[in-house]
């Protein structure tokens, strides 16, 4: 059978915005003409009505709990979250139980990605036990069978000489190193970000210079190096400016910024009870909101990465001394970031395929299609960018429902997801949410 596209917005090769049929058939896109393609009797024909078509959305930061965790979310249910979002390739982090930190473990780990997985769901292994021991994990090995990059992400790495061997075991192998920042000597404590707010809520605040300070010592740590070096969700202004003098010095760095510190920052927390607003690293202030926004739209940060946290209601319940760090990302990305970049004018549609498809993809060197062409593989999104409305919880393909974006409402959303051709999300035929239940 061949899907028919009739009528697509889509970015082309040269970054033009066109209206297009699109003819895929099997795993590949067969044809992407200006005029009326005739349909066979048996082919599937979808009327696009100027939604836009792009190459399967790409996420390098996700969690997805299994094993270990599988209250919070499933490989199943994560990649169905990611599905539904627009996503056809995302990295998992290896914070799960058992820590992927040997090969075998790993090799397991892909295989449940394989089975369970909806989508592509790539792996990292840790760079060391437990995410805190100080002796690097057996890189070589890990990379041989299969890790996509090597990362502690939820600790930072303490030590300079853990951290100086881990990017020189990862440069032999030619794979990303990716960094969560975070100097536990400088942690307060902290479960915000630490300044007026924090006092005037009476909660402890971490200190950014926990995040500037481990970005200092990589920096120079990966010129030293020579390893791609990629630093996980930016939140500072301060470590902005020092990946952009960075890149000048020609040290091999790339930046992800999360969609809640583009959109949020400390001044939205009113109480200590808005537990979706808790999360690592913190919301911080307005000032370092305008600069992770400035440093997207001038190419300091090359992506933007959700870091997909699900979490249980119980592990969220409380307030912020006790809840768990973290929130869900994966749905409720594009509308988001459609909403508040491109529908404002701040950026373009172009952009937006940078952020999410072409940059994830060639820093991460992935085998993902980047541009809509003919031959290319059939992992694609469609967007409605014509639909408004309110992001419910109830619909959430997650197990997990916190996310402090509920009851905004925003402009995009996912009607279609393909993988290797084959339709993973259809939104006309969408029964996944099942959440009703739920507080
Ligand atoms: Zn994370």
Avoid at 161 to 166: I, K
Wanted: proline share 4%; net charge negative; charged share 20%.
């Amino acid at each position: 059978m061949r899907l028919l596209i009739k009528g697509a917005t889509i970015v082309d090769e040269t970054g033009a915005v066109a209206r297009r049929n699109v003819l895929i058939q099997g795993d590949k896109v067969m044809a992407i003409v200006d005029h009326d393609l005739e349909p066979n009797d048996d082919d599937h024909v979808i009327e696009a009505q100027g939604a836009v078509l792009m190459p399967g959305l790409i996420d390098v930061h996700v969690h997805f709990r299994e094993p270990g965790f599988e209250d919070k979310e499933t490989i199943a249910t994560g990649s169905r979250a990611a599905a539904r979002g627009g996503f056809t390739t995302v990295l998992a982090m290896p914070n799960l139980n058992p820590v992927p930190v040997k090969a075998t473990l790993l090799r397991q780990q892909l295989r449940r990605n394989e089975e369970s997985g909806l989508i592509h769901v790539k792996q990292y292994g840790a760079i060391s036990a437990n995410l805190t021991a100080e002796t690097v994990s057996p890189i070589e090995e890990l990379a041989a069978a299969g890790a996509i990059g090597f990362t502690n992400d939820g600790k930072g790495v303490q030590s300079a000489a853990t951290m100086l061997a881990a990017m020189k075991a990862a440069k032999a192998v030619n794979r990303p190193l990716v960094a969560h920042l975070e100097d536990q000597s400088l942690m307060n404590g902290g479960v915000m970000n630490m300044g007026e707010r924090a006092d005037q809520l009476g909660l402890p605040g971490a200190d950014p210079l926990a995040e500037t300070s481990q970005l200092a010592r990589d920096l120079v740590l990966a010129q030293a190096t020579g390893v791609h070096y990629h630093v996980a969700h930016l939140s500072t202004k301060v470590g902005v400016e020092l990946v952009r003098v960075a890149k000048t010095m020609g040290v091999h760095v790339t930046a992800e910024v999360s969609p809640h510190h583009l959109l949020l920052d400390e001044t939205d927390i009113q109480s200590a009870t808005q537990t979706n607003l808790k999360m690592n690293p913190p919301l911080r202030t307005p000032a370092d909101r305008e600069a992770v926004i400035a440093g997207l739209l001038d190419g300091t940060i090359d992506m933007v990465a959700t870091d997909h946290a699900p979490h249980s209601v119980a592990d969220k319940r409380g307030d912020f001394r006790t809840a768990a760090f973290g929130i869900t990302g994966l749905e409720t990305c594009f509308p988001l970031l459609y909403t508040h970049f491109i529908e404002s004018g701040l950026a373009t549609l172009a952009q937006l395929q940078q952020w999410l498809v072409k940059a994830p993809a060639s820093a991460f060197d992935l085998d993902a299609p980047t541009v809509l062409k003919v031959g290319m593989k059939a992992d694609l999104a469609m967007f409605d960018i014509s639909h408004r409305h309110t992001i419910n919880a109830n619909e959430f393909a997650s197990k997990a429902v916190n996310s402090p974006f509920v009851g905004q409402t925003v402009t995009g959303m996912t009607v279609l997801t393909m993988v290797d051709g084959e339709i993973v999300y259809d939104a006309t035929t969408d029964n996944t949410g099942g959440h009703d239940d739920n507080e």
